[in-house]
């Protein structure tokens, strides 16, 4: 069992649902990373939050500490957003970061 | 560009060739790191180096080696690979701290 699981796996929306995707850790944590792969591969880092919530744009990301749970949610979805959202959670002294598997997410028109 | 940027962005190589991958950084980061990325599995930390120090090898083949010349700069070695090596190899930095944490595109490496 991964220390990082996420849910779902895979998400299919229409454009202009609400979309959520799920994260449970089972270490404990300094902080935790929201993050978005394109298909070319490249990695960009969405949130880092540690508790509470976050907004940018049309993103928010929330935690949940007691629960060990956050969740990335995405209003209003668009085609670009589509792409694989990965969750990582940084534990432990050093900065390195464990990833959830991803969810891959198709917003179609 | 995210500010980490990483060379070539795809390799071919034979099981005997020897060849680096490059990652650079010019963010003020400390910390770097080398993670794999394999089909249908999550990625997986390889290397970490704060300050130009080695401060992690996660149980990695001695067919990679990595090298930290400045905190600007990192580079893995490879040698006789393997298929199974064949994967998305990713270049991140960030401060000491963990902040800041920035991904290069990668590196697509394929092992024939």
């Known amino acids: 069992k991964n220390e990082v699981e996420q849910s779902p796996q895979n998400l299919t929306a229409q454009e202009g649902e609400f979309i959520t995707i799920n994260c449970s850790y089972s270490?404990?944590?300094?902080?935790l990373h929201w993050l978005q792969q394109h298909p070319g591969g490249g990695i960009v880092s969405l949130f880092m939050?540690?508790?509470g919530k976050k907004k940018h744009g049309r993103l928010i990301a929330t935690i949940n500490i007691q629960e060990k749970h956050s969740s990335l949610h995405i209003t209003a979805s668009h085609p670009r957003d589509s792409a694989v959202y990965i969750c990582?959670?940084?534990?432990?002294?050093?900065?390195?970061?464990?990833f959830g598997t991803g969810t891959r997410l198709q917003v179609t028109l | 560009e995210t500010g980490v940027t990483q060379t070539p962005r795809h390799l071919v190589m034979g099981m005997t060739n020897k060849k680096s991958l490059k990652c650079e950084q010019h963010?003020?980061?400390?910390?770097m790191y080398w993670y794999k990325q394999s089909a249908k599995k999550p990625l997986e930390l390889m290397f970490v180096?704060?300050?130009?120090?080695?401060?992690e090898n996660n149980s990695v083949p001695s067919r990679f080696s990595p090298e930290c010349p400045n905190s600007s700069h990192l580079f893995l070695h490879l040698h006789t690979l393997q298929p199974e090596d064949s994967a998305l190899y990713l270049c991140?930095?960030?401060?000491?701290?963990?902040?800041?944490?920035?991904f290069g595109s990668g590196t697509r490496l394929t092992v024939v």
């Open positions: 991140a930095s960030s401060k000491e701290s963990g902040y800041g944490y920035t």
């Open positions: 270490v404990g944590i300094s902080a």
């Open positions: 939050l540690s508790s």
């Open positions: 990582a959670v940084m534990s432990g002294t050093a900065s390195k970061l464990t």
């Open positions: 963010l003020g980061h400390n910390a």
């Open positions: 180096y704060n300050f130009k120090e080695q401060t």
